[in-house]
């Protein structure tokens, strides 16, 4: 069965600091993954996705993420983070044969101004 | 931007009672999936809907479970007898044919006492 592990379940930052949160899944399969977010009060929305290609992949507010096969990892990066980004993120994967999201716990993140 | 909805957005019900939770997909999308999440765990996938019916499912997703599309545009989950466990956050969300990534509503907060 797959599964997804988010190593921390909350950060706190100050602005302007570098963000990294790591995802990891179990899988052996092609698989294709994906970033959500959860700001406060609102609904999940989808940061970036990686189905194939580059395995460096870019999102949506300076968000980006990279695909590592041999450590079936699917990291969250941004270079400096601000207040906005304050919000819950999930890392999710589904087969590629697949529909259903397998999501991880969740990282809450809170930004210091 | 197209987005999905879910109505109601809290929804508080006896234990025994029957719950119907409301969702309208994005319009042109032919996908639709059920998720959870109780309080503090992980967001859980119940089922997927296509064509008519039911594509997958999970264990959580029993008899008591039932998912319909009534009409050109909602899509609704059921459960038929409620039970103190099925308290969560029910959270919709939809597709298009040919591409994995799904968008979810806001969600329905299920309290059930």
């Known amino acids: 069965a797959q599964s997804v592990s988010q190593h921390n379940h909350h950060v706190i930052l100050s602005e302007a600091a570098s963000l990294e949160l790591g995802c990891n899944y179990s899988?052996?399969?092609?698989?294709?993954l994906f970033w959500y977010v959860q700001y406060p009060g609102q609904h999940l929305q989808l940061l970036l996705k990686y189905f194939s290609g580059d395995p460096l992949v870019k999102g949506i507010k300076g968000f980006e993420a990279e695909f590592i096969k041999s450590k079936f990892s699917f990291n969250l990066r941004k270079p400096s983070v601000q207040w906005s980004d304050t919000a819950e993120y999930f890392c999710?994967?589904?087969?590629?044969?697949?529909?259903?999201?397998?999501f991880g716990a969740g990282t809450i993140l809170r930004v210091k101004s | 931007e197209p987005e999905v909805t879910q109505t109601p957005s809290h929804q508080v019900t006896q234990m025994g009672q029957e719950v119907i939770l409301r969702c309208v997909p994005i319009s042109n999308h032919l996908y639709f999936y059920w998720y959870r999440q109780i309080l503090g765990q992980k967001v859980e996938f119940l089922v997927s809907?296509?064509?008519?019916?039911?594509?997958?499912k999970s264990e959580i997703f029993d008899d008591q479970f039932s998912v319909e599309r009534p009409d050109g545009s909602n899509f609704t989950l059921k459960i038929r007898s409620t039970k103190l466990e099925d308290s969560a956050m029910y959270f919709c969300a939809s597709s298009a044919t040919s591409a994995p990534e799904q968008f979810f509503g806001p969600g329905t907060r299920l309290t059930v006492l």
């Open positions: 809907f296509y064509n008519n019916e039911i594509s997958e």
């Open positions: 999710a994967v589904n087969a590629a044969y697949g529909n259903k999201l397998v």
């Open positions: 899988y052996g399969g092609t698989v294709n």
